[in-house]
């Protein structure tokens, strides 16, 4: 079984569910207020193999003026490091501690470790959907209360 069918399965069979629309992202987006529809961003398919959970990301392509879809983004507040793999398509992760910023283009199938106390965020800059594996401990307690000063805009 290659990955793709893994992936296809995934989205299927999966133990949660989280779908992201404009109007969740509590106004992340530098102009969300002007834009009237409500299109999701993203959608998290989680499974659970305690104590360790694999999450599949699945950012959509498109903007809003101009700046690329996102994730919310978040830190772990118990202290747990996190691993993201590309799957498909084509993003960045940013990462954040205090007031350091490092912007990290993906490349796929290799696994990016996003250590402990770094605030993160996924971000599609391509024209298809991008889709990264994540993996993480169960009792991780994802904070989303994060916002970060840097945007990636379309040029």
Known sequence: ???????????????????????????RFKDQISIKENPIIYRVF???????????????????NKEFFMTKGHIHTKKTPEFYILLEGSGLLLIQKNN?????????????????DY???????????L???????????PDYNIRFKKKFFKE
Do not use: C, W
């Open 131 to 141: 889709k990264v594996l994540t993996i993480y401990h169960e009792n991780s307690k």
């Open 1 to 27: 079984m290659n990955y793709k069918s893994t992936i296809k399965n995934f989205e299927k069979n999966y133990d949660e569910k989280h779908t992201t629309r404009l109007k969740d992202m509590d106004n």
């Open 119 to 129: 605030v993160h965020r996924l971000i599609n800059i391509g024209n298809k959907k």
């Open 100 to 116: 350091k910023q490092k912007t990290i283009k993906l490349k796929k199938e290799e696994i990016t470790l996003i250590p402990e």
């Open 46 to 64: 989680i499974k659970k193999f305690s104590p360790i959970n694999l999450g599949l990301t699945v950012i959509n392509p498109g903007a809003i």
